[in-house]
């Protein structure tokens, strides 16, 4: 079975994605800083991810067919994070019209 993120990606075109900026590379961190905006002096965001109709700016393929994390390495802790089958993954793929996932499979 493949893994149901490969052809989702409907968390990042979801959710606001807002980290502390020393993960930016501009600060020694790791996160493209071209694709992230710094909100203050301490929060930078996914560029895409605070727009009406969210989609992070790192997104590539298209939600519900083939999805990826154009800088998967490098991505930011709340990507890192996030977990498939959780609450917040069934209420995004719910949004972008995806059936639930059961929890504790992934
Ligand atoms: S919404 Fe869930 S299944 Fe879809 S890409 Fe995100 S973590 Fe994976
Ligand atoms: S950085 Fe990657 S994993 Fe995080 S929201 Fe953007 S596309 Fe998704």
């Not at 989702?8 to 961190?29: I, K, L, Q, T, Y």
């Not at 009406?52 to 802790?77: F, H, K, N």
Request: one cysteine or more; proline letters at 5%; aromatic letters at 8%.
């Amino acid at each position: 079975m493949t893994h149901p993120c490969l052809s989702c990606g409907a968390c990042c075109a979801s959710f606001r994605v807002d980290f502390s900026v020393h993960e930016c590379d501009s600060n020694g961190g790791r996160v493209p800083s071209g694709l992230a905006e710094e909100v203050n002096g301490f929060t930078c965001r996914m560029r895409g991810t605070d727009y009406a109709r969210p989609r992070c700016a790192a997104l590539t393929g298209t939600i519900g067919q083939q999805a990826a994390c154009g800088i998967y390495e490098w991505r930011p802790s709340p990507c890192r994070e996030f977990a498939a089958g959780s609450e917040a993954c069934n209420k995004a793929r719910l949004r972008h019209g995806m059936q639930a996932l059961e929890a504790g499979l992934y």
